[in-house]
């Protein structure tokens, strides 16, 4: 019964919170999940903690996507399989040292501290969990990148088909059961937290004019601050 709850209901309870109230604040709050950025009071960290922390998990979560949409693609031959996995592993290291540094970032820094909310912490401390969570899967319970095509993926296409079939899934180890119900708790906190940035993302940067930006304080005043 819990396996249901967790594996068969959540998932659907977790995607309609995410669309519904994504759309309801896209709509009506847009103003307060885009203002807050925090690059003003202290860009040096953010730069070494977001670069990696940015192209690991994009890099990451496109294996996952790819391998959930081209499974037999994803079939490799042994040799390849080191190769795989120890990028994955590679990978998940590089994006933790982001996520650290972001996460000590926004402790040691008393500005970037204040204007902290209580969602940043827990989207933090979340995704913390999870990317440790899949380090610790790959590393413990090897070549996760084949029996993932065998238990994850018709689990997913099971989902995708509103045909939820857990027996794909519910007699893996619990770290990898956790690591899924992590997956749907972070589309969950979507909508209440910066993630909202995803669908914010300013493409239109792209093809706008150049903005000039002048400073309006002399350089005096600026030395002084
Ligand atoms: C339902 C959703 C998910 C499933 C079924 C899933 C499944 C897996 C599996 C089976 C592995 C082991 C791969 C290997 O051994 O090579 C893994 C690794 C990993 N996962 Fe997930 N995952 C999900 C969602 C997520 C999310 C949302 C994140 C991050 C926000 C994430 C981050 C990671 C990381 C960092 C690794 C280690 C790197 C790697 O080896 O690919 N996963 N995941």
Redesign the pocket.
């Known amino acids: 019964m819990l396996d249901f709850v967790l594996f068969g209901i959540f998932p659907y309870v977790a995607i309609i919170l995410a669309f519904a109230v994504g759309i309801y604040r896209y709509f009506n709050d847009r103003i307060s999940y885009s203002s807050f950025s925090s690059q003003f009071l202290e860009k040096n960290t953010l730069f070494w903690g977001s670069v990696p922390w940015h192209y690991?998990?994009l890099a990451?979560?496109l294996?996952?996507l790819l391998a959930l949409i081209f499974p037999s693609a994803w079939m490799i031959v042994p040799d390849h399989l080191y190769v795989?996995?120890v990028s994955?592993?590679a990978?998940?290291l590089f994006?933790?040292v982001g996520l650290g540094l972001l996460l000590l970032r926004r402790l040691d820094n008393a500005r970037v501290f204040r204007v902290t909310s209580v969602m940043d912490w827990i989207l933090v401390a979340t995704?913390l969990v999870?990317?440790d969570?899949?380090?610790m899967?790959?590393l413990f319970?090897?070549?996760?990148?084949q029996?993932?095509l065998y238990?994850?993926v018709p689990?997913?296409v099971s989902l995708l088909s509103f045909d939820p079939q857990i027996q794909y899934?519910v007699t893996l180890p619990w770290l990898?059961k956790l690591?899924?119900i992590?997956?749907?708790v972070?589309?969950a906190l979507f909508p209440f937290t910066r993630l909202m940035h995803l669908v914010t993302f300013p493409f239109s940067y792209l093809w706008r004019p150049y903005q000039v930006v002048i400073w309006n304080r002399s350089r005096q005043s600026k030395r002084s601050k």
């Open positions: 690991g998990i990451i979560l294996a996952h795989l996995e994955g592993l990978l998940a994006t933790l995704l999870q990317v969570m899949g380090f899967v790959a319970y090897r070549w996760g990148s029996w993932y238990t994850a689990y997913l899934i990898v690591h899924i992590g997956g749907f972070i589309i």
